[in-house]
């Protein structure tokens, strides 16, 4: 078999298997682990993007505050759920409080957490599912005539596209997952 015949043969069996092969739609509902292919764009950091625009300062502080403000610089690729600061503002004092002054470290960092998930998940590519965090804990994905929310919270502004992934901003930000203090932790196990 000549080169050329290989190479044909190769081409004909690789688009065979992509017709017959996994269907082109992901199932309804469960944990879709990554997106068909992991975009990266070029361009600023999702922290250069939130600082130009502005308006997303406590946003930032509960990244610095938590720790995850290397995941707005690089790395990634990541979907970062951005809270603006207006919605932070319209929560009531003890709500605020909860976010920026938790007693406990692991809550703290349970409530950066939430706010980024593994993988950039540009809306295109978004469905009845859930998604992990990179805390490991699923966040529930719904999209119904154009209106995308995770968990209560809807997108209002989509497909910010950064360099180490994507930004979307939401309405009210998303309940974190409640953490043992580290003392009961300590009791239950690992």
């Not at 050329?4 to 065979?16: E, H």
């Not at 403000?69 to 790395?75: C, D, H, N, V």
């Not at 209106?147 to 939401?170: C, M, P, S, W, Y």
């Amino acid at each position: 078999m000549t080169s050329f015949a290989r190479l044909i043969f190769v081409l004909v069996v690789l688009g065979f298997t992509r017709v017959v092969g996994a269907p082109e739609a992901a199932p309804a509902t469960g944990v879709r682990p990554a997106p068909p292919a992991a975009p990266r764009w070029d361009g600023p950091t999702a922290l250069e993007v939130l600082e130009k625009r502005g308006g997303f300062t406590r946003f930032l502080e509960l990244c610095r505050k938590t720790g995850f403000m290397p995941r707005l610089t690089g790395g990634g690729p990541y979907t970062v759920l951005a809270v603006p600061d207006r919605v932070f503002d319209g929560l009531s004092e003890s709500q605020r409080n909860a976010w920026f002054n938790a007693p406990h470290v692991a809550q703290q960092r349970a409530n950066g957490m939430v706010f980024f998930l593994r993988d950039a998940w540009p809306v295109e590519e978004l469905f009845d599912t859930e998604l992990l965090s990179l805390s490991g804990h699923r966040v529930k994905v719904t999209v119904a005539e154009g209106v995308v929310k995770f968990q209560d919270a809807v997108v209002t502004e989509r497909d910010l596209r950064v360099g180490n992934g994507v930004i979307h901003v939401l309405d009210r930000p998303l309940v974190p997952p409640t953490v043992p203090p580290a003392a009961d932790r300590k009791k239950s196990g690992p």
